[in-house]
C-alpha cells in the first residue's frame, strides 16, 4: 500500500527566499506524481506533473524534481511571495493495474510567506 | 476551457438523512474520481468512474456510491449520513487514467 509523507508540516518564510518542499513515497511503482496546491476553503489547483520517466518538470518559479529510486520529489519555489501562501500537496499515482487513477496524497506543507 | 464545476458548492443535513452531489469535468475529459478531504484524514481517494464504468474504488463503507452518465459528468451519493461524513467532496477529471488531474471547487457537507 503506497503511503505519502510531507516534510515539512508547515513552514514560514520572509518573502523573497527559496524554499524546498519534499515528499517522500514507499512504493516506488509509480506511473507519475502530481504537486497541488490549496488555498484554504478551496478546491486543488495542479501545479506540476511529473511522469515516472522524467527527472524533472518546471513552471516559471516553479520545479520539482522526481527520483523514483529513493522514493523522493521535491518542489522548489523560487523568490517566494506572499501570495504563495497555501498548503502544498503531493500526490502518487501508482500502475493502471494496480490503482487506475488513484492518487495517493501526502498531508501536506502549509506554507506562510510573510512579506 | 471552463474547469471541472461541482454543485452544490456547500449543503447541510442531519444524521440518517442522503445526498446526493454532482460534479461536471472538464468537456472531452473521460475519467472522473472522487475524494473525501477531512482534517483528521486528509485527501482519502473514493471511487473513479470511466466512460460510465467505476474502474476503481477505495476502502468506504457501501453508503458511499456513485455513478457517470454517457456525458461524463458524475453524481456520488450518500445515503444513511453520518456525523463522519462531514468533509470537503472533491471531484477530478482527467481525460483518460494517469493524466494530469483537475480538480473542482468541491462540495462542503455537514452533517448535523
Known amino acids: 500500500k503506497q503511503e505519502v509523507t510531507q516534510i515539512p508540516a508547515a513552514l514560514s518564510v520572509p518573502e523573497g527566499e527559496n524554499l524546498v518542499l519534499n515528499c517522500s513515497f514507499t512504493d516506488s511503482a509509480i506511473y507519475n506524481l502530481q504537486w497541488f496546491r490549496q488555498d484554504p476553503g478551496k478546491g486543488l489547483t495542479s501545479l506540476l506533473l511529473i511522469q515516472s520517466s522524467q527527472r524533472e518538470q518546471t513552471s516559471g518559479r516553479l520545479n520539482a524534481s522526481l527520483d523514483k529510486s529513493s522514493g523522493r520529489s521535491t518542489l522548489y519555489i523560487a523568490a517566494s511571495q506572499p501570495g504563495d501562501s497555501a498548503t502544498y500537496l503531493c500526490?502518487?499515482?501508482?500502475?493502471?493495474?494496480?490503482?487506475?487513477?488513484?492518487?495517493?496524497f501526502g498531508e501536506g506543507t502549509q506554507l506562510t510567506v510573510n512579506p | 476551457k471552463a474547469g471541472v464545476t461541482q454543485t452544490p458548492r456547500y449543503l447541510i443535513k442531519t444524521r440518517g438523512q442522503q445526498v446526493t452531489l454532482s460534479c461536471s469535468p472538464i468537456s472531452g475529459h473521460r475519467s472522473v474520481s472522487w475524494y473525501q478531504q477531512t482534517p483528521g484524514q486528509g485527501l482519502q481517494f473514493l471511487f473513479e468512474?470511466?466512460?460510465?464504468?467505476?474502474?476503481n474504488k477505495g476502502n468506504f463503507p457501501g453508503r458511499f456510491s456513485g455513478r457517470q452518465f454517457s456525458n461524463s459528468r458524475s453524481e456520488m451519493n450518500v445515503s444513511t449520513l453520518e456525523l463522519g461524513d462531514s468533509a470537503l467532496y472533491l471531484c477530478?477529471?482527467?481525460?483518460?487514467?494517469?493524466?494530469?488531474?483537475?480538480f473542482g471547487p468541491g462540495t462542503r457537507l455537514t452533517v448535523l
Open positions: 468512474y470511466f466512460s460510465e464504468t467505476q474502474r
Open positions: 477530478a477529471s482527467s481525460f483518460d487514467s494517469h493524466n494530469e488531474q483537475f
Open positions: 500526490a502518487a499515482a501508482g500502475t493502471i493495474e494496480t490503482s487506475g487513477s488513484r492518487l495517493t
